[in-house]
């Protein structure tokens, strides 16, 4: 019976304990999030060149008029999952008005990334990502979404995933769209 208390009391403070050390150490912590934003949003976005999945290149300049939503993502991340839908509803309805989504890929080979997108009905750009654009965006955490207005100008910044953050990804826009 002293077994059977022990191992209750034990799992209660792990199920207490754990919440607040995922907060403290997990990558897309709150104040680690804030941080990010903070730096990046208001300021000209770091140029980028990518290679599409079929080849293609897509750069910052290619289209001054284009509203950009980089998703930097991986196959087995299970946020990036809970993400993608989302992201796919932008794409379906911004894309006429000049917001290119780009799933930039980091890590996952092209065939990969290929067959997630198919079976998920992803049809926005998917892009492999490289350690220099890494860098250059700060990326620590899967997914981070940084959006870019016609100016080249990052407008927000999303480290992580949370229910809800795609309605404010969609105000975003509507608002660079309204600007």
Not at 56 to 73: E, H, N, Q, R, T
Request: proline share 6%; aromatic share 10%.
């Amino acid at each position: 019976m002293k077994r059977v208390l022990n191992k209750v009391k034990v799992a209660t403070v792990a199920a207490v304990l754990a919440p607040l050390l995922f907060g403290l150490f997990c990558p897309y912590s709150t104040v680690a999030a804030t941080q990010i934003s903070e730096k990046w949003i208001g300021k000209s976005s770091p140029d980028f060149v990518l290679r599409t999945l079929d080849s293609k290149k897509i750069a910052l300049g290619d289209d001054p008029k284009s509203v950009y939503v980089l998703d930097f993502w991986a196959v087995g991340c299970g946020p990036c999952k809970r993400l993608a839908p989302h992201l796919q509803t932008l794409h379906s309805k911004y894309a006429p008005k000049g917001v290119t989504v780009v799933g930039v890929n980091v890590g996952d080979s092209p065939s990969a990334i290929s067959k997630y997108a198919k079976e998920n009905k992803l049809t926005y750009t998917m892009a492999i990502g490289d350690a220099r654009t890494v860098d250059a965006f700060g990326v620590y955490a899967f997914p981070t979404v940084v959006i870019i207005d016609r100016k080249g100008v990052i407008r927000d910044v999303y480290v992580g995933y949370l229910p809800g953050w795609e309605q404010k990804m969609e105000n975003t826009i509507k608002q660079i769209l309204g600007d």
